[in-house]
């Protein structure tokens, strides 16, 4: 596996639900977590890793206690708006002002098939809706303001050169 970057097609390839949970997919999980802590982030989705399943790994804190896989998660409620910076690790070296809901209520399953609710504030619900928005193909790229999009257009077109 490895990291993918804007603007790479599978960024944008349609994912599907992950189905079994089995010993490969715990190893591709391990594998989430090594690129995400080797690229010092703080969330991935399988997409980054042109793996088109409704995957992801967090964590906010960067506590080896922190990690949290979240398979096929939902978000069932949105609370409040809040603006805030977001990067992405497919986007290096852009950030960004997103308003994100300020608190959600997400449903997934673990590594083991078990379902979980849980409600989420702040910088976490952001981590979780920014992740969740990739399982979309929704990039940092469509949730930018204006304003932003004429300041990181150099970045933008430098990547897009990079990949082409
Ligand atoms: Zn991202």
Redesign the pocket.
Known sequence: MELVTYPHPALLEKTRAVDSFDAELRARVAEMFRIMREFKGV?L?AP?VAWPVRLLVVNPTGEPAADEVLVNPVIKRKRGRVAGEEG????PGIFVQVERAKEIEVEYFDLDGKKHAETRTDFPARVIQ??V??LESI??VHRMSPADRVRVKRDLQALVQKGA
């Open positions: 969330g989705a980054q992405c690790l497919s986007f920014h992740e928005d990739h990039l940092l």
